[in-house]
């Protein structure tokens, strides 16, 4: 299974979970979870946390400035359970709005 987002992220802003009401935001079984991030420009950061397990926490992405290729653009790599929310919030630290794109592989472990 694979979830993607694509959004442009305000100037010094945090966004809530960009996974919210897709399809996937919960696992349905125990899971492996790879994250991809890449952004349009340096200055974006990243939190991922599955159920309660913090997999990355406020990190740099890369400024690649496309869609997530696996396996080059990992970010990180965790592993869930059934009910488990998946939770990624980006934050821009820079005095522009940046694009980030978001790809999530979802395998049964």
Not at 79 to 96: F, K, M, P, S, W
Request: charged share 15%; hydrophobic share 45%; aromatic share 4%.
């Amino acid at each position: 299974m694979v979830m993607t987002d694509y959004q442009s992220v305000a100037a010094n802003t945090t966004t809530a979970n960009i996974l919210a009401g897709k399809n996937k935001e919960f696992l349905e079984e125990p899971s492996i979870v790879q994250v991809g991030i890449c952004a349009a420009a340096i200055g974006m950061r990243c939190t991922a946390v599955i159920g309660t397990e913090i997999i990355v926490d406020d990190q740099e992405v890369s400024a690649a400035n496309h869609m997530p290729v696996f396996p080059d653009d990992v970010l990180a790599e965790g592993g869930g359970y059934g009910g488990d929310r998946i939770t990624v919030r980006l934050r821009n630290t820079t005095g522009a709005p940046i694009v980030a794109w978001t790809k999530l592989n979802i395998s049964p472990a």
